[in-house]
């Protein structure tokens, strides 16, 4: 099993693969003693969000879809509620249907706009059924 040999240049350091280390070398990095990063306050061991961060990025998404949901859900229901399809139908419409229902409502959408953007005008229109 191979380590990650450490190197460094000016202030900048990282731990490059034993076979990766002439060509850094080739670029100025010069091998060091191993530095330890200091942790960041928000960082956790899996590079997540912190869950009080991620609840309230959720609630701030869940809110601008017109999603209901209850404040003591736990952070998965939250999360699992983001990728619900919105109850309005017009997910599972494709972009000439859509196009049809934005002219029969009188929605303006740009002759080249795609589902994505046909979609959110439907839905700021405010008379999705």
Known sequence: ??????????????????????????????????????????????????????????????????????????TDELRALTITPNPDGLDDLDVDQLRALAAERGVAVHARAGADKIRAALRAAGDVQ
Not at 46 to 62: H, W
Request: charged share 30%; with cysteine.
């Open 1 to 74: 099993m191979s380590h990650l040999i450490p190197v460094s240049k000016g202030a900048d350091y990282l731990e490059v693969h034993p076979g990766a280390l002439a060509e850094h070398k080739k670029l100025g990095w010069v091998q060091c003693e191993k530095q330890s990063k200091p942790k960041a306050a928000s960082d956790s061991d899996d590079g997540r969000l912190p869950d009080a961060e991620q609840r309230k990025l959720l609630i701030d998404m869940l809110t601008e879809r017109g999603i209901e949901f209850s404040e003591d859900m736990g």
